[in-house]
C-alpha cells in the first residue's frame, strides 16, 4: 500500500501511541518540591531531568531517586517544555497513581497467611491496555503482586487504571530496578519461575502450578529477555491448534492463570 492514504494511517497510528500529555495536578514541579517529595516519602512514578541539569540539587535528587527506587529520565528541554508548565527549573517528577510495594513484604505477608505465592512479572510490555487487561485477570484470579522493572514498561496512570477496571489500585505493584535480581530474591524464598514462551517447554496444562509461583511474561514483540528465561526454573507454553504467530499477552496471561486456578481448586 501506497500514496497519501497510507500516510494517513501511519500518521493516525503514530499519534495513538504518542504518551498523553501528564494533567498538572499529577506534576511535581521543580528540584525543590521534587526534594522535599522524596525526603517526605510521596510516591513517584518517575523524576524528568533536563539533559543539561547539573549543580547539588540534581545530585541530591539521583541519591534519593536511586534509594527509593524512582527511575530518572533524562529528557531534552523540550520535553520539559512539552508539559505546558512554568518554573520546572530543569526537573519535574510524576505522582505515582499505583502504591508500589516491596517485594520481600508482599512475600512475607503472603507466607504469614499461609497462601501460597503467586506472582506475575512483566518483563518489556509497554501497551497500558495490555498491562490493565493483565491486572484485571490477576486480580480476580488470586494474584498477589505484580512484580514490574522501574524502566521498559507501561506507564501505571490514568489509562492503565481504567484498562483495569481499578484493580490496578487494589492488586499490590512491586517495582524492582532489576528483574534478575526480584528473581533471585524469589528464589530464596523457595518460589519457583515459570517463563511463558511461544511454543517450546512443558504444554501449560502438565505443569505443576500448586507450588509457589512466579510466572514471567514478555511484550509481544520482543517476548522475554534472553538472561531472565536462563533465569527461570521452566518454560512453558499454551498448546494451539493451529500454527498462528502468537496470543495476545493479556489473553495468554487469562488462559494460564484459569489453569493455575483449576489446578489449585482441584
Not at 515459570?194 to 514471567?216: C, E, F, K, Y
Request: proline letters at 6%.
Amino acid at each position: 500500500m501506497d500514496g497519501p492514504f497510507f500516510s494517513f494511517l501511519c500518521y493516525v497510528k503514530s499519534f495513538r501511541q504518542s504518551p498523553p500529555r501528564p494533567k498538572k495536578s499529577t506534576l511535581v514541579i521543580g528540584p525543590k518540591a521534587v526534594l522535599e517529595a522524596l525526603d517526605s516519602g510521596l510516591q513517584l512514578d518517575k523524576v524528568y531531568l533536563d539533559i543539561k541539569s547539573f549543580g547539588p540539587d540534581v545530585h541530591r535528587i539521583r541519591q534519593a531517586a536511586a534509594s527509593r527506587g524512582v527511575p530518572i529520565q533524562m529528557v531534552p528541554l523540550a520535553k520539559l517544555n512539552s508539559f505546558h508548565i512554568d518554573q520546572h527549573e530543569g526537573c519535574v517528577a510524576q505522582k505515582a497513581k499505583v502504591q508500589y510495594h516491596d517485594l520481600q513484604d508482599v512475600i512475607s505477608w503472603v507466607n504469614d497467611r499461609g497462601q501460597t505465592p503467586l506472582f506475575l512479572i512483566l518483563d518489556g510490555i509497554t501497551d497500558v491496555r495490555n498491562i490493565g487487561g493483565i491486572a484485571r485477570t490477576a486480580y480476580c484470579s488470586g494474584v498477589h503482586a505484580l512484580i514490574i522493572p522501574d524502566k521498559g514498561v507501561g506507564a501505571l496512570q490514568e489509562d492503565a487504571i481504567l484498562t483495569s477496571a481499578g484493580a490496578l489500585e487494589k492488586i499490590p505493584v512491586c517495582r524492582v530496578n532489576s528483574l534478575l535480581k526480584a528473581i533471585d530474591d524469589l528464589h530464596l524464598n523457595g518460589i519457583q519461575v515459570m517463563a511463558s514462551v511461544m511454543r517450546s517447554g512443558t504444554p501449560i496444562d502438565q505443569a505443576d502450578l500448586n507450588q509457589p509461583l512466579a510466572l514471567i511474561l514478555g511484550g509481544e514483540e520482543k517476548g522475554i529477555y534472553p538472561a531472565l528465561l536462563k533465569a527461570a526454573d521452566l518454560q512453558v507454553h499454551i498448546p494451539m491448534q493451529t500454527d498462528f504467530d502468537s496470543l495476545n499477552v493479556s489473553v495468554a496471561t487469562g488462559m494460564i492463570l484459569y489453569e493455575t486456578m483449576k489446578q489449585r481448586r482441584s
